[in-house]
């Protein structure tokens, strides 16, 4: 019988059908993700610019920038995170972690909130990818995977709804909420918008570990012996170990937009090279599409890195120092 999947090509990480389907629910899942911590973070950097009178310029801005292309940051998102394939998105997950966890490392004598926020912003694309990898992992082989998935994105966009609703309300009503005291949510962030950062750290680290955990675990299925196994992980590790010294090295002593920009091509080229050797050739046009999708997320944070960059940023409160000590 004829069967339209038999000519069509075939794209990383889905078919044509219901695996199509469930890749772009995954995506829009991951999407959705991004939203809500790209939300939160314009509500914390929103209330620093109301409290600093010279930030009129950088709050103007803000709200300019993400009106106009918060659909399409959306949109594009989930196109890179549909088409990016589930390897090589494990890869960037995993790259992510170790270095996420050498910088914390190196800032535990002395934690400081700009560091903390650029690494959230920095983030962004890998949590995506983070996202897509647990959904494939953990309903892998599920009898209703597509009703599942349904399921999640209609949870995942009502976060992104509330998020966003809460961002645009405190744009237009926080500065006099928090003067007339009317409010309980602009009280609430009067009172505790310092603790954001400790609130998404932790949420992040949930994330990034079930992530780590699905990647793991996605990419050894592919390998039948524990020989072929050793060949791919070792090369990797090595690669991801250099590629973490060497950025971190760069960051320290160029601290700047354009150096962010480097380093994902730095990042991207690496993991080209390596999957030239141990990947396929679908997995190198998803490195290509990880490349676009990290570059998208920069341009899309270009207000905010610029804002994480800024000497005066405010240190964490004592009582968020307590809450990351615990």
Sequence with gaps: MFSLTSWLPSLPSLDWGSSLLDSLLQGLIGACGVSVLGSFMKIYFFIYCVNDPR????????????????????????VFLTVVGVRVAALVVLEFSLRAVSMLLTLNKGPLVPEFLQLFLLCQYSLGCGLTCGLSFLLEGAPHRTLNLLLSLGLAGLLASWSQRLYSHVC??????????????CLTLLAKWLDLPILLGRALRVAFLVGDLAAVALLNRDFLTTSEAVRFWTPLTICYTLLVIYMQEEQRQHPSQQNQYQTVFVRMGGLFILL??????LDLMGVFVSLLGELWCLASSRVLLDLCHKQDLPQISSTAKKKAQS
């Design 55 to 78: 930030r009129v310029k950088e709050r103007l801005n803000l709200l300019n920038q993400w009106r106009l292309l918060e659909p399409l940051h959306l949109l594009g998102l989930t």
């Design 172 to 185: 237009r009503l926080y500065e006099l909420h928090s003067h007339e005291h009317y409010c309980g949510a």
């Design 276 to 281: 030239l050797t141990v990947g396929r050739w």
